[in-house]
């Protein structure tokens, strides 16, 4: 039992972090650049040659810069193609593609590859919206829909890891800072707790993530269980925890111009998208009950 | 990072499945805790289970933590019951273990885990519940000994302990954290009374302890004389479960009667949820557990990331106790076969209150790891 990441993933947070602080809004072709899609792809494939735990680190840090890039659906894709190519590419679930606009190709739940061709939907979150393809003809793929499906759930609930991790920061901060009735708000044992709340959450949805990075990667017997439980639980804490961050901001987080607006709509998004967490849990249920 | 067992966390678990399989009967699994759990705390200690990660000159088996944290899954597994010294086991030992001198840890460490000598936990008092640093019970030295008087409250165990791990104050002008003095203290001295508290289950687990002019040796101070808050501090790690293993298990002992439960009787699909919300939560505290136990393994300093788990447990337990009551439907109010789950869903409502109230723990997490201005 090794529940850490190495020194060299370490190494990759912190080099992910510090590219993403600087440059939030970097096209894909620069994520590319620094190596980052295919990371889990073999390499006589055109892939890094590494594992979905590395890929991982990346979505985690992703979410936490907000990236809003179409950077987490072509990753999840590469793995499905019989080689790494140099689209971007997105992913249709339930019949939603997102970032259709800002992708070249699409991978349907048939397993085809399709064009990027229909219509932008007006989306909550502005940062990611979702389209509908004009049509799913295109070329068929070898390989199966579950592994994909299971990568993308994973990917989104370690999206969502970073979302809450940066909304209990934003909190903190604020509530280290501001002063009313002449203490600093953070005193205030109604303000603390559910800030302490968001944390014990948002390490437990961790280790979920990364249990259920590890089930993808190593193709474990529990990935069907472990990757829904873990896309459950994350997307809850994510808003939960951009709800309690904008409750402890007051008026102020409750503005447009304040960025916790755009968390919280990703936060949702996630949960959202193949499934709110109730959706997840019957799958769970459905595991330890029938 | 490999979740999986090593080669020899593979072998350990093996050993020990077959050894339980082999020890553990029926009886012993239904039994009633103080009675049966004597002597399977006996056997477990004679296999070699007791005290897994104590060093081996005090009767421990110098084992990994990896392997206590399997102990404690496959204990749960098999719905076996826990070591009767739990305080014994979890606190006085541990706090032995750090502070005490050498004659102090061969004179008590090896009777804990052979439950030859049973302990209870002498912190709280009338006046100082969450605020421990108030306490009041006084220790005046005099000689080769203190005397003690005071009143002690809500002591579990009490009432079959032969040990008291007590917090008094010894220097009588001083306050707070300053001036207090940790002692043990044999519960058969002349001058300790012990008087059952009856609990919201009915039954008398906690207590109430009188000390009249009670004698102890200065032997038997543990750290300093006025350090009494540090040793006291190391107790409290210990008993909030630092690790969370045995919590983690106690989780997965109930969660796993109650989907046997649900099976049985059936569910709604938002009793269905509600499980399964229930079995993530529990994967959670263990993978987070896990993640903890591998950064002290790596830096000696277990991670912040445990610090919740406790707070966690004790409110999914009260949450999984409701539930199967619930699964029980109106039949719920009638205490049928052994009233499991009725003494379980009670006995949740003092996991929120013991080791640390939920609110003193949030105040902890706010305060230490978070680093929010401090309110006090
Ligand atoms: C089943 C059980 C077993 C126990 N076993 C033992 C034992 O073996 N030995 C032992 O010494 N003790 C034991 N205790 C006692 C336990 O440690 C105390 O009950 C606990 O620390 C709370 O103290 P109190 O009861 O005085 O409540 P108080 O401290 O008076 O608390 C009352 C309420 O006020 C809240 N509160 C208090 N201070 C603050 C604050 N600063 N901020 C926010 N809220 C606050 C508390 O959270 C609580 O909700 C046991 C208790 C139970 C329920």
Known sequence: MDFAFTQEQEELRREARAFLEANPEAPLSELRELGWLGVSVPEERGGGGLSFLDEAILFEEAGRALYSGPFLTTAVVLPALPEVDEQAWSIEVDGFVPDLLHV?????????????????????????????????DGEALD????????????????????????????????????????????????????????????????????WAAFSVAEDEEQAPVAVPAAKAFCAETAVAACERSIQVHGGIGFTWEHPLHRYYKRAQWLDAFGGHAAVQRAVVAAALLD | MDLRDTPAEAAFRAELRAWIEENLTDEVRRGRFEEAGRD?????????????????????????????????????????????????????????????TEEQKQARLDAILSTEEIWCQGFSEPGAGSDLAAVRTSAIEDGDHFVVNGQKVWSSFAHIADWCILVTRSDPDSQSHAGLTYLIVNM??????????????????????????????????????????????????????????????????????????????????????????????LQAVRYTTYRSLTTLIKTGIPGPEGSGAKLWWSEANQRVTKLALELLGPEAQVIGDNGYWQHQQLRSRGNTIEAGTSEILRNIIAERVLGLPRSR
């Open chain 1, 104 to 136: 070249d190709r699409v991978l349907t739940e048939e397993m085809r590859s399709v064009p990027a061709e229909g219509e932008t939907l007006a989306t909550m979150d502005e940062t990611r919206p979702l389209g509908r393809l004009t049509s799913s």
């Open chain 1, 143 to 210: 390989g199966e829909w579950e592994p994909v499906r299971l990568r993308l759930l994973a990917a989104l609930a370690l999206e969502a890891v970073g979302i809450a991790q940066r909304a209990l920061e934003l909190g903190i901060a604020y509530v280290s800072e501001r002063e009313q009735f002449g203490k600093k708000i953070g005193t205030y044992q109604a303000v603390a707790h559910p800030l302490a709340d968001t944390y014990v959450e948002t390490e437990l949805a961790r280790s979920l993530a990364y």
């Open chain 2, 40 to 100: 399977w705390s006996r056997k477990l200690y004679e296999g070699g289970y007791a005290g897994l990660t104590w060093p081996k000159e005090y009767g421990g088996a110098g084992a990994p933590y990896s392997h206590q944290a399997i102990f404690l899954e496959e204990m749960a597994r098999a719905e076996a019951p826990s070591h009767l010294g739990v305080i014994g086991l979890g606190m006085a030992g541990p706090t032995i273990i750090a502070h005490g």
């Open chain 2, 188 to 281: 058969h001295s002349p001058g300790v009374e012990v008087r059952p508290l009856r609990q919201i289950t009915g039954e008398a687990e906690f207590n109430e302890i009188f000390f009249t002019d009670v004698k102890v040796p200065v032997e038997n101070v543990l750290g300093e004389v006025g350090g009494g808050w540090a040793v006291a501090m190391t107790t409290l790690l210990h008993e909030r479960g630092t690790l969370g293993f045995a919590l983690t298990a106690a989780l997965e002992a109930q969660i796993r009667k109650l989907i046997a439960l649900a099976k049985e009787r059936g569910a709604t699909d938002v009793q269905r949820d509600a499980i399964a919300r229930e079995w993530i939560g």
